[in-house]
């Protein structure tokens, strides 16, 4: 059943057992004022079933804004079901990503990977600042970023006296 009914259903009932309760509330208290209520044995059942009646009150307050949670805050299943979906393949297309990655990072050395991964984390990362990043000196970084780029790896793109490094491919 969809929300929305059942959040409608729910608020039906609760008002007509609202309606039902405040009935019964009201003849309670006409009949202790008939009554002028003394300690009596008769008032005091009186008293405790009108305080067992306020519990009930309480609790179809509760139900009352169960189905007004339902009819206006609750998602529908579908939504909830396509959002985990769309974040499971989200994932999924990361966790592709990262795989090729560490792939790729396999045969290399220490540097190039601190120097490969430097790029990934900063996308157009200038040469100066990845020369800090990757703890290199700048003709080593110079060296490691022509090799990448003959393999394909990375495009350097003129920035000022220095380039900035993108990855050609997404990974």
Same mark, same amino acid.
């Given at each position: 059943?969809? #929300?929305?009914?059942?959040?409608?259903?729910?608020?039906?009932?609760?008002?007509?057992?609202?309606?039902?309760?405040?009935?019964?509330?009201?003849?309670?208290?006409? %009949? @202790?004022?008939?009554?002028?209520?003394?300690?009596? %044995?008769?008032? /005091? %059942?009186?008293? &405790?079933?009108?305080?067992?009646?306020?519990?009930?009150?309480?609790?179809?307050?509760?139900?009352?804004?169960? @189905?007004?949670?339902?009819?206006?805050?609750?998602?529908? %299943? +579908?939504?909830?079901?396509?959002?985990?979906?769309?974040?499971?393949?989200?994932?999924?297309?990361?966790?592709?990503?990262?795989?090729?990655?560490?792939?790729?990072?396999?045969?290399?050395?220490?540097?190039?990977?601190?120097?490969?991964?430097? $790029?990934?984390? /900063?996308? @157009? $990362?200038? /040469?100066? #600042?990845?020369?800090?990043?990757?703890?290199?000196?700048?003709?080593? $970084? &110079?060296?490691?970023?022509?090799?990448?780029?003959?393999?394909?790896?990375?495009?350097?793109?003129?920035? +000022?006296? #220095?380039?900035?490094?993108?990855?050609?491919?997404?990974?």
């Amino acid at each position: 059943m969809e #929300t929305k009914k059942l959040g409608f259903l729910i608020l039906g009932i609760s008002v007509m057992l609202s309606l039902v309760m405040f009935s019964f509330i009201s003849s309670l208290g006409a %009949q @202790g004022n008939a009554m002028n209520c003394n300690p009596t %044995q008769e008032c /005091q %059942q009186l008293n &405790s079933v009108l305080g067992i009646s306020h519990i009930a009150v309480g609790f179809l307050a509760f139900i009352f804004a169960l @189905g007004f949670y339902l009819l206006f805050f609750n998602k529908d %299943q +579908g939504d909830v079901l396509k959002r985990y979906y769309d974040e499971k393949l989200e994932k999924n297309v990361e966790n592709k990503n990262n795989d090729k990655f560490s792939l790729l990072l396999r045969p290399l050395d220490e540097n190039e990977r601190k120097v490969l991964t430097a $790029i990934k984390e /900063q996308d @157009g $990362i200038t /040469q100066s #600042t990845l020369k800090y990043r990757a703890d290199l000196s700048k003709a080593k $970084i &110079s060296q490691i970023l022509t090799d990448f780029e003959r393999k394909n790896l990375i495009a350097r793109k003129a920035k +000022g006296k #220095t380039y900035s490094v993108f990855l050609t491919n997404n990974f």
